[in-house]
């Protein structure tokens, strides 16, 4: 599985450094958490810190777009350096439109849906979009636990040949069911940034086998 820190658990003061650590640390892409205190309760950073911390890295920045208006915001962070744009289903703007744009600008598509949002409801948009983010966890706050029902989600979005991550509670032990249920990335925030060793959190994380190394 690929492993993407989530710079939610971060230290915002360092947020460059953070981000090289992650990297050095054998992280395969850097996750982005946008939240804009509407859609979800809570609120984090926009499209200039995305863009202030792009230099510090060339891994991909996996941009999770937790707002109301996805679509108004698509450009901003384009040029701000997002390869991955994952929006919300459950958001208001019209979904054809928002995928259309995030890959006209050249970004790879992706729809994420809340743990209350059935998996069918992503299913019409599967030919245009790259990844679906099933979240394990409700989207607004770091640290919940892993809602492993979710996993069924996930088994029946990959009988369709989809790409997916899943974001939420992700540690040694419930990556586990993230790789039996063939999850392809897993995003994970507290359980590698505050680990000792943050190397041998990811690996641990990546090889699913439930060992802290």
């Known amino acids: 599985m690929l492993i993407a820190p989530s710079m939610l658990s971060s230290d915002f003061s360092k947020l460059g450094e953070e981000t090289i650590r992650m990297e050095r640390a054998g992280a395969d892409w850097i996750h982005l958490d946008v939240m804009d205190a509407h859609f979800?309760?809570?609120l984090t950073f926009g499209a200039p810190i995305v863009g202030a911390i792009r230099r510090y890295t060339k891994l991909?920045?996996?941009?999770?777009?937790?707002?109301?208006?996805?679509?108004r915001y698509v450009d901003d962070f384009?040029?701000?350096?997002a390869d991955i744009i994952?929006?919300?289903?459950e958001a208001e703007s019209s979904v054809h439109e928002t995928l259309r744009a995030i890959r006209e600008g050249g970004a790879k598509?992706?729809?994420a849906i809340k743990p209350k949002t059935p998996v069918e409801a992503v299913l019409p948009f599967l030919d245009e979009l790259d990844m679906v983010l099933v979240?394990?966890?409700?989207?607004?706050?770091?640290g919940q636990s892993f809602m492993e029902p979710m996993m069924d989600k996930v088994r029946s979005l990959k009988s369709r040949g989809v790409f997916v991550e899943v974001d939420g509670g992700i540690n040694p032990q419930t990556a586990v069911l993230a790789k039996q249920a063939g999850v392809d990335a897993c995003v994970a925030g507290t359980s590698v940034f505050h680990a000792p060793d943050a190397a041998k959190a990811i690996a641990s994380l990546r090889e699913g086998n439930g060992v802290v190394l």
């Open 86 to 89: 994952s929006f919300h289903l």
């Open 109 to 111: 598509p992706a729809v």
């Open 40 to 42: 979800v309760p809570n």
């Open 135 to 142: 979240m394990t966890v409700e989207p607004g706050f770091g």
């Open 78 to 81: 384009l040029k701000a350096g």
């Open 60 to 71: 991909p920045f996996d941009v999770h777009l937790m707002i109301s208006e996805p679509l």
